[in-house]
């Protein structure tokens, strides 16, 4: 099974990368994830991944672009609430990218 | 087939997909594999809706609580459904009835309306079964769990 | 815009069959499949909410899987039409939805 490792305690992920056990998820997890990812982890990042973190907490699913702009848009006005935002901060797909750095699962219907 | 009342233009005819719910959750896989087909048909910008029927009405009580039988309780995620641009979920009052259920047993879920300055609608309507069976006759296509 | 309605468990054992006759508006068709053969016997304790059925909706059974469970075509309720498998694509294409009561 392949993990990441932070001061020599392991976390399992999935061949793609994404976090097995999501209660297992910390700060400094999620900057070696984004490093991984070839991100470095700046507020607007923490801002995102903060923001699908509550998301899944309450709905309990990781939002489809489509939904995570619309929500964006509405906690953070109309600058942040643009898929080209989200690409520049994770150019390999947000909802991906930021859900793997947020420890949820891959989001459903995101192939 | 169409009567144009659902159509947008540019994008081509929207068809009215309706997803048929029957069955409790977590006793079988129907219930969570039909709310994942939804969130995904969502992206193809269709004309949505849910019917909840005999023990399907089930998946809307409130106060689920899995923790016991290992399970993820996916009851929360059809708090998002408004999100993803579904706005109608029908639920038959005969098969809240025959279950002893009523609508107070339900979750409470709403939607925001954009166009209303984000304006707190509910998702949820009671419906009788001959009302149903008619919204049932009106759509494109019917996807069964 | 008549709806074909299939149906593939027994009435008594499930209660899928009754919650499709509940549901059928007039003009559309069902279709027994599978175990939903079971219905279409005649003097079941069923028969008599099937043959109600018939007199406002088409009543079609999947003759394939009525032989396999030895319902004999003289055996089976009145009102009720023997399809093949060509009939069932048939009825399929001939509706505008299919309800599959699963």
Redesign the interface.
Same mark, same amino acid.
């Given at each position: 099974m392949d993990a990441y490792v932070l001061d020599s305690h392991s976390y399992e992920h999935d061949e793609e990368g994404y976090l097995k056990n999501l209660s297992e998820w910390n700060k400094e997890l999620a900057v070696l994830i984004a490093v991984d990812e070839k991100i470095e982890m700046s507020d607007e990042h923490w801002e995102v991944v903060n923001f699908l973190r509550d998301y899944y907490e309450?709905?309990?699913?990781a939002?489809?672009i489509?939904?995570l702009v @619309?929500?964006m848009k @509405?906690t953070f006005g109309p600058e942040k609430g643009e898929q080209k935002y989200l690409y520049q901060l994770f150019p390999y797909g947000p909802a991906k990218q930021a859900c793997k750095i947020a420890g949820l699962p891959k989001p459903?219907?995101c192939v | 087939m169409n009567d144009g009342k659902a159509t947008n233009g540019a994008a081509g005819a929207k068809k009215r997909f309706m997803y048929v719910n029957r069955k409790a959750p977590y006793g079988t896989i129907y219930a969570l594999e039909s709310l994942e087909v939804v969130l995904i048909s969502a992206a193809f910008e269709q004309d949505v809706s849910l019917a909840f029927l005999d023990d399907g009405v089930y998946q809307l009580t409130k106060g689920q609580n899995t923790t016991a039988i290992g399970m993820k309780n996916f009851s929360p995620t059809f708090k998002a459904l408004g999100d993803y641009e579904i706005k109608k979920l029908y639920v038959e009052k005969e098969s809240l009835d025959e279950r002893g259920l009523a609508p107070e047993d339900l979750m409470q879920i709403t939607y925001e309306d954009e166009d209303e300055d984000y304006a707190e609608k509910p998702l949820i309507h009671i419906v009788s079964r001959s009302e149903l069976t008619e919204i049932l006759a009106r759509q494109d296509v019917l996807f069964n769990f | 815009m008549p709806t074909l309605h299939t149906i593939n468990k027994s009435p008594f054992e499930r209660s899928s069959f009754a919650s499709a006759l509940n549901h059928l508006l007039p003009g559309d068709a069902l279709l027994m499949i599978e175990d939903g053969v079971v219905g279409a016997r005649k003097s079941s304790a069923f028969a008599g909410r099937l043959e109600a059925a018939a007199k406002t909706c088409r009543v079609y059974v999947l003759g394939p899987d009525l032989a396999a469970r030895g319902i004999a075509e003289k055996d089976v309720v009145a009102g009720a039409t023997l399809v093949d498998y060509g009939g069932f694509v048939d009825l399929v294409t001939g509706h505008d939805r299919t309800q599959a009561w699963l």
């Open positions: 309450e709905y309990q699913v939002p489809a489509r939904v @619309k929500a @509405k459903t219907g | - | -």
